[in-house]
């Protein structure tokens, strides 16, 4: 291969050359020795004509062999088929099309011998002769371009096919038809595993500034150009007379040689594209940053693409075609690989500038791309040295080795973890100072640059190197795109070790104290990576391509951590929930959106405090899959206290993040849908990892049943107001979905979690109550009725508890009151509940049957068995009968007015007097109470007790929608306290702001107007 880039006219001996090189010769054959015998028998300017189409037609033949080396056969054969499938339209051929305009056949086309097996092995088809179409054929030239063959790593094979044709002559009614022919032969490709674009070209709007579908976009058409010069592989047909003019040439003295070019120079025939033209400096800037924003598939060319970037902000480059069409054209030993080429600019640009440490960061960078490259197929020490001086010769050439490269390159598969931590410092310095030297660019130049272009490069490299709280470290072969798969992974608790590298990542057994080492060199290895549990271990082995498929794993360790089965389990599930996650690959308006977790698992229980007591450990053992293990034994305690929430979001980053203690559990729920985006829902229901032990059943079953009730509401529609309550150790957590999105809230108490559900709203509350929570049984049995029961409006339960008297209320829109009161006074609220209920209802119910069916009286009661759920008994009579006895008299207040207003709007009634906020400031509560206590003779009984509220919570200028009576317990209690605060400021002289004069409105005068 390098004899025939240094020596255009020598013939190379097939017997020595490799499969693919054998496949590619054949396409180059004849129109190498037309250009060879134009070198030797023709005028000067022919001759060098010829020499020039040569050494173009080596290297070309050199790149096809290195596409055809990075595929497979069968995808070998398509690519070497497809000039004939352009060349006939023939019925039964993919990209047959059955239409009069339909034109086919490429100039100058033979059937060679690669292309003849293809097609045989492909359609079973012997092509004896040259395919003669019925018209001239209007595929001038074709051409294609790829990653497969090259540095870059792109999974599944993409080929970009150019047809090049002279629209001017075939008319623009013929492209769709041709269009149609491409979109067909891309399908059967695409059956086959390989994916085919096809961009159809114009050498006329091609000398225009204009590349394909590009118009009026000449920044990105010259990019285009470039590009096509650059990595673009000659098939057939004719050749660009960009080859034949010398290189440097402006494009003015370009366009004059060309023309006498295309005229045919001996038996060699041209098209012309036209030469790469500058465009004005803000135009090629901010076209450049918004190609890098697209974003590469790869994240070595976006490192590459960057530092090019960089290197542009003070002067143009020349083009990068232009420089690899000088190489070729002295002679020299062309980079082959793109990547390459690309480095090797970059790499002369920063030594023209003096910053040779960013050199020998990117020097390193390339070598051990190259050496990850080969070292997936090549483990022999020479074999590797040979490939490795073919592929990047001409890049160590000019910028050498460097000290301990073979070292490097030799122990490249065991570097330990503070290796790889220095070169990953390296690397993160590097972009950090590019991106650095952009934005101070973009800062002194307004206009230059697309400012939201330029923010995305840095989001998406804070994506990509971004350190933070819980982020999954990535290595730095994710930034050169490799799979470092292991075959065994070991992993090695450390219990001597600080806390955040207990847990340590092995290639192999390792020796350990006190016990005979397995390792080779008898003192164990460097770990690869350690930190503090083994979700993150195993986060990090995932991310990083590290653990594959095959790859076997084994904990060493005293914890119960599972067995090698269980945390091959838990790597396979994360493998598919988070997988190896890549920045680079995401178009840049992904980063322009805060971040939003898309996926997540929960890994539970892997290590952690479950008690030294041996018989509550076995009883933990053996639990029955519907125990509640959250709320465990009489005192109600989570035995879940290590759980870690593995997770990836938009913006590829991945993250595991560790909770622990008895509330770890709500932590990590937090952690999931505290940031919940209804506009961009999971998409995939979170995981629930438990690889450990007897308790894995239960506890896996018990924290779906979580999940399962979290993603019923945070999946719901829009439709009013969605709540999700459950019990953890004691203590609540409730999630809430309404049209301002998701909200994740912890409450100590049962009051505190009715108080979330209670929350004033105006919508309809769909509420679901985790079913195994204890303290929640109550509140199920309530909301259960009032949800079947037909004409129940209203639900009112209680009970005596632990001394204590406890009163629910679920109202006509399901949201909840609750109140625990000690048990003498038990009776005495709930009579004052139910009459401010009924209050509410005196509009409606005129009747004691009506009110007997709307408003239920229920006294809550254990099941008759154990795990039975919660009884109610029906008390609605004897509480209505209460009510009609007589009452001592009484003060009696009570609230009005709009609280649409505020604190403004509401105000107290006593003895048809208002004590209103607007006219008495803040003071209105201790006038309130002094006419009270000034009328205390007249009651036998004296209370702040208040009645019933009227209060209007809708727009008071709109119609109000009222239903609702929890909001006005709510609001009831708020002004009781207010009172009892204001009772208090008259006997001990209370804070001064109860005495204020000025109104709940700070920005308005106490006697203003509302």
Same mark, same amino acid.
């Given at each position: 291969m390098a004899s025939d880039l240094r020596q255009p006219g020598g013939a190379s001996d097939d017997a020595h050359l490799s499969e693919s090189e054998r496949l590619a010769a054949p396409w180059y054959r004849e129109v190498t020795q037309s250009a060879r015998a134009l070198s030797r028998t023709g005028s000067r300017g022919a001759r060098l004509v010829g020499m020039r189409v040569l050494r173009h037609l080596a290297f070309h033949r050199a790149r096809l062999a290195r596409l055809y080396q990075g595929l497979e056969a069968l995808e070998r054969r398509v690519v070497s088929a497809l000039p004939y499938l352009l060349d006939v339209n023939r019925s039964g051929l993919p990209g047959h099309v059955r239409d009069r305009r339909t034109l086919w056949g490429v100039q100058g086309f033979e059937a060679n011998p690669t292309l003849r097996d293809a097609v045989a092995a492909l359609f079973e088809r012997d092509i004896t002769r040259r395919s003669l179409s019925r018209h001239k054929?209007?595929?001038?030239?074709?051409?294609?371009?790829?990653?497969?063959?090259?540095?870059?790593?792109?999974?599944?094979?993409?080929?970009t096919v150019y047809v090049v044709l002279d629209l001017g002559t075939i008319g623009e009614g013929a492209l769709p038809a041709l269009q149609n022919r491409g979109k067909g032969i891309a399908e059967w490709a695409a059956g086959l595993g390989l994916g085919l674009g096809f961009v159809f070209l114009d050498p006329a709007r091609m000398r225009a500034g204009e590349f394909g579908r590009m118009r009026n976009a000449p920044a990105r058409s010259r990019a285009a150009l470039d590009r096509f010069y650059r990595t673009a592989i000659y098939i057939a047909g004719q050749l660009p007379a960009w080859w034949a003019v010398p290189a440097g040439t402006a494009p003015e003295q370009h366009q004059r040689m060309a023309r006498s070019i295309t005229r045919g120079v001996g038996e060699l025939d041209f098209f012309d594209g036209g030469p790469v033209r500058p465009v004005r400096d803000d135009v090629r800037l901010r076209a450049a940053v918004e190609a890098l924003d697209r974003g590469s598939r790869h994240p070595l060319p976006f490192v590459l693409g960057f530092a090019a970037l960089v290197l542009e902000l003070d002067a143009p480059a020349e083009p990068a075609c232009e420089r690899l069409k000088r190489a070729i054209e002295g002679g020299e030993a062309a980079i082959v690989d793109p990547v390459l080429q690309v480095f090797d600019a970059v790499s002369e640009g920063f030594a023209r500038r003096g910053e040779g440490e960013r050199v020998r960061v990117l020097r390193r960078l390339a070598w051990l791309k190259v050496g990850l490259y080969l070292g997936r197929t090549t483990t022999h020490r020479g074999t590797f040295l040979d490939r490795f001086h073919g592929l990047a010769a001409p890049c160590v050439t000019r910028w050498g080795y460097e000290q301990g490269l073979l070292d490097l390159l030799d122990g490249l598969v065991g570097w330990p973890r503070e290796r790889v931590d220095d070169f990953d410092r390296d690397v993160r310095t590097l972009l950090l100072g590019l991106y650095g030297a952009l934005t101070e660019a973009a800062r002194e130049a307004t206009g230059r640059f697309d400012q939201g272009a330029v923010a995305g490069l840095g989001r998406r490299l804070l994506a990509i190197i971004g350190a933070e709280p819980g982020r999954v470290r990535a290595h730095f072969n994710q930034l050169i795109g490799e799979v470092r798969a292991e075959d065994h992974l070991v992993l090695l608790e450390q219990s001597d070790a600080p806390r955040r590298e207990r847990w340590a990542v092995h290639r192999h057994v390792v020796a350990r104290r006190g016990e005979a080492p397995e390792a080779q060199d008898g003192q164990g290895e460097s770990a690869m990576w350690a930190g503090e549990?083994?979700?993150?271990?195993?986060?990090?082995?995932?991310?990083?391509?590290?653990?594959?498929?095959?790859?076997?794993?084994?904990?060493?360790?005293?914890?119960?951590?599972?067995?090698?089965?269980?945390? #091959?389990?838990?790597?396979? !599930? $994360? %493998?598919?929930? &988070?997988?190896?996650? *890549?920045?680079?690959?995401?178009? @840049?308006?992904?980063?322009?959106?805060?971040?939003?977790?898309?996926?997540?698992?929960?890994?539970?229980?892997?290590?952690?405090?479950?008690?030294?007591?041996?018989?509550?450990?076995?009883?933990?053992?053996?639990?029955?899959?519907?125990?509640?293990?959250?709320?465990?034994?009489?005192?109600?305690?989570?035995?879940l206290r290590d759980v870690s929430v593995v997770s990836l979001d938009t913006w590829d980053g991945a993250h595991c993040?560790?909770?622990?203690?008895?509330?770890?559990?709500?932590?990590?729920?937090?952690?999931?849908?505290?940031?919940?985006?209804?506009?961009?829902?999971?998409?995939?229901?979170?995981?629930?990892?438990?690889?450990?032990?007897?308790?894995? #059943?239960?506890?896996?079953? !018990? $924290? %779906?049943?979580? &999940?399962?009730?979290? *993603?019923?509401?945070?999946?719901? @529609?829009?439709?009013?107001?969605?709540?999700?309550?459950?019990?953890?150790?004691?203590r609540f957590q409730v999630l809430v979905r309404d049209e301002r999105g998701v909200r994740v809230s912890n409450a100590r108490s049962l009051r505190g979690g009715a108080r979330l559900l209670g929350a004033v709203g105006e919508d309809t509350q769909l509420l679901t109550i985790d079913k195994l929570s204890p303290s929640l049984g109550e509140l199920r049995a309530i909301v259960e009725r009032q949800r079947t029961d037909?004409?129940?409006?209203?639900?009112?339960?209680?009970?005596?508890?632990?001394?204590?008297?406890?009163?629910?209320?679920?109202?006509?829109?399901?949201?909840?009151?609750?109140?625990?009161?000690?048990?003498?006074?038990?009776?005495?609220?709930?009579?004052?509940?139910?009459?401010?209920?009924?209050?509410?209802?005196?509009?409606r119910v005129r009747d004691t049957r009506t009110l007997r069916r709307v408003l239920r009286v229920f006294e809550m009661r254990d099941g008759g068995s154990l795990g039975e759920d919660v009884q109610l008994r029906e008390d609605t009579v004897r509480v209505i009968s209460r009510l009609a006895e007589p009452r001592p008299r009484h003060p009696e207040l009570f609230l009005r007015g709009h609280l649409s207003r505020g604190r403004n709007g509401v105000y107290v009634e006593y003895a048809d007097n208002k004590y209103d906020p607007r006219a008495r400031g803040r003071r209105f509560a201790v006038e309130l109470l002094e006419a009270m206590i000034a009328d205390r003779d007249r009651y036998a009984q004296f209370d702040l007790f208040i009645e019933a509220s009227s209060v209007r919570f809708g727009d008071a200028s709109g119609p109000a929608r009222e239903r609702g009576v929890v909001k006005h317990l709510r609001l009831i209690d708020l002004y009781e306290r207010h009172l009892a605060r204001a009772l208090k400021a008259i006997r001990d002289g209370g804070p001064a702001v109860m005495t204020s004069t000025r109104s709940f409105s700070r920005s308005r005068p106490s006697g203003g107007a509302s």
């Amino acid at each position: 291969m390098a004899s025939d880039l240094r020596q255009p006219g020598g013939a190379s001996d097939d017997a020595h050359l490799s499969e693919s090189e054998r496949l590619a010769a054949p396409w180059y054959r004849e129109v190498t020795q037309s250009a060879r015998a134009l070198s030797r028998t023709g005028s000067r300017g022919a001759r060098l004509v010829g020499m020039r189409v040569l050494r173009h037609l080596a290297f070309h033949r050199a790149r096809l062999a290195r596409l055809y080396q990075g595929l497979e056969a069968l995808e070998r054969r398509v690519v070497s088929a497809l000039p004939y499938l352009l060349d006939v339209n023939r019925s039964g051929l993919p990209g047959h099309v059955r239409d009069r305009r339909t034109l086919w056949g490429v100039q100058g086309f033979e059937a060679n011998p690669t292309l003849r097996d293809a097609v045989a092995a492909l359609f079973e088809r012997d092509i004896t002769r040259r395919s003669l179409s019925r018209h001239k054929p209007p595929i001038r030239s074709i051409w294609v371009a790829g990653e497969p063959g090259t540095l870059i790593e792109g999974g599944d094979p993409l080929l970009t096919v150019y047809v090049v044709l002279d629209l001017g002559t075939i008319g623009e009614g013929a492209l769709p038809a041709l269009q149609n022919r491409g979109k067909g032969i891309a399908e059967w490709a695409a059956g086959l595993g390989l994916g085919l674009g096809f961009v159809f070209l114009d050498p006329a709007r091609m000398r225009a500034g204009e590349f394909g579908r590009m118009r009026n976009a000449p920044a990105r058409s010259r990019a285009a150009l470039d590009r096509f010069y650059r990595t673009a592989i000659y098939i057939a047909g004719q050749l660009p007379a960009w080859w034949a003019v010398p290189a440097g040439t402006a494009p003015e003295q370009h366009q004059r040689m060309a023309r006498s070019i295309t005229r045919g120079v001996g038996e060699l025939d041209f098209f012309d594209g036209g030469p790469v033209r500058p465009v004005r400096d803000d135009v090629r800037l901010r076209a450049a940053v918004e190609a890098l924003d697209r974003g590469s598939r790869h994240p070595l060319p976006f490192v590459l693409g960057f530092a090019a970037l960089v290197l542009e902000l003070d002067a143009p480059a020349e083009p990068a075609c232009e420089r690899l069409k000088r190489a070729i054209e002295g002679g020299e030993a062309a980079i082959v690989d793109p990547v390459l080429q690309v480095f090797d600019a970059v790499s002369e640009g920063f030594a023209r500038r003096g910053e040779g440490e960013r050199v020998r960061v990117l020097r390193r960078l390339a070598w051990l791309k190259v050496g990850l490259y080969l070292g997936r197929t090549t483990t022999h020490r020479g074999t590797f040295l040979d490939r490795f001086h073919g592929l990047a010769a001409p890049c160590v050439t000019r910028w050498g080795y460097e000290q301990g490269l073979l070292d490097l390159l030799d122990g490249l598969v065991g570097w330990p973890r503070e290796r790889v931590d220095d070169f990953d410092r390296d690397v993160r310095t590097l972009l950090l100072g590019l991106y650095g030297a952009l934005t101070e660019a973009a800062r002194e130049a307004t206009g230059r640059f697309d400012q939201g272009a330029v923010a995305g490069l840095g989001r998406r490299l804070l994506a990509i190197i971004g350190a933070e709280p819980g982020r999954v470290r990535a290595h730095f072969n994710q930034l050169i795109g490799e799979v470092r798969a292991e075959d065994h992974l070991v992993l090695l608790e450390q219990s001597d070790a600080p806390r955040r590298e207990r847990w340590a990542v092995h290639r192999h057994v390792v020796a350990r104290r006190g016990e005979a080492p397995e390792a080779q060199d008898g003192q164990g290895e460097s770990a690869m990576w350690a930190g503090e549990s083994l979700a993150a271990a195993a986060s990090w082995a995932v991310v990083n391509g590290v653990f594959a498929e095959g790859t076997a794993v084994r904990p060493v360790g005293q914890s119960r951590a599972g067995t090698a089965a269980d945390l #091959r389990d838990v790597f396979d !599930r $994360l %493998r598919y929930v &988070i997988g190896r996650p *890549d920045p680079v690959a995401r178009p @840049g308006a992904w980063f322009r959106e805060p971040r939003r977790t898309r996926r997540a698992a929960l890994v539970a229980a892997f290590e952690g405090d479950h008690g030294t007591d041996p018989r509550e450990q076995a009883a933990i053992k053996v639990l029955p899959e519907n125990w509640d293990i959250l709320n465990y034994g009489p005192e109600r305690t989570s035995r879940l206290r290590d759980v870690s929430v593995v997770s990836l979001d938009t913006w590829d980053g991945a993250h595991c993040r560790r909770y622990r203690g008895s509330q770890a559990l709500m932590a990590a729920m937090r952690s999931i849908y505290g940031d919940f985006d209804p506009a961009m829902p999971f998409e995939i229901a979170p995981e629930v990892l438990v690889p450990q032990g007897g308790t894995s #059943r239960a506890t896996r079953n !018990r $924290l %779906r049943q979580i &999940i399962k009730g979290a *993603d019923r509401i945070v999946h719901a @529609g829009r439709a009013g107001r969605r709540a999700f309550v459950y019990e953890v150790g004691g203590r609540f957590q409730v999630l809430v979905r309404d049209e301002r999105g998701v909200r994740v809230s912890n409450a100590r108490s049962l009051r505190g979690g009715a108080r979330l559900l209670g929350a004033v709203g105006e919508d309809t509350q769909l509420l679901t109550i985790d079913k195994l929570s204890p303290s929640l049984g109550e509140l199920r049995a309530i909301v259960e009725r009032q949800r079947t029961d037909p004409t129940a409006e209203i639900c009112v339960g209680w009970r005596q508890i632990e001394g204590q008297g406890q009163i629910l209320i679920c109202d006509e829109v399901g949201r909840i009151y609750a109140r625990r009161v000690v048990l003498r006074q038990l009776d005495g609220l709930l009579l004052r509940l139910v009459r401010r209920i009924i209050h509410r209802l005196r509009t409606r119910v005129r009747d004691t049957r009506t009110l007997r069916r709307v408003l239920r009286v229920f006294e809550m009661r254990d099941g008759g068995s154990l795990g039975e759920d919660v009884q109610l008994r029906e008390d609605t009579v004897r509480v209505i009968s209460r009510l009609a006895e007589p009452r001592p008299r009484h003060p009696e207040l009570f609230l009005r007015g709009h609280l649409s207003r505020g604190r403004n709007g509401v105000y107290v009634e006593y003895a048809d007097n208002k004590y209103d906020p607007r006219a008495r400031g803040r003071r209105f509560a201790v006038e309130l109470l002094e006419a009270m206590i000034a009328d205390r003779d007249r009651y036998a009984q004296f209370d702040l007790f208040i009645e019933a509220s009227s209060v209007r919570f809708g727009d008071a200028s709109g119609p109000a929608r009222e239903r609702g009576v929890v909001k006005h317990l709510r609001l009831i209690d708020l002004y009781e306290r207010h009172l009892a605060r204001a009772l208090k400021a008259i006997r001990d002289g209370g804070p001064a702001v109860m005495t204020s004069t000025r109104s709940f409105s700070r920005s308005r005068p106490s006697g203003g107007a509302s």
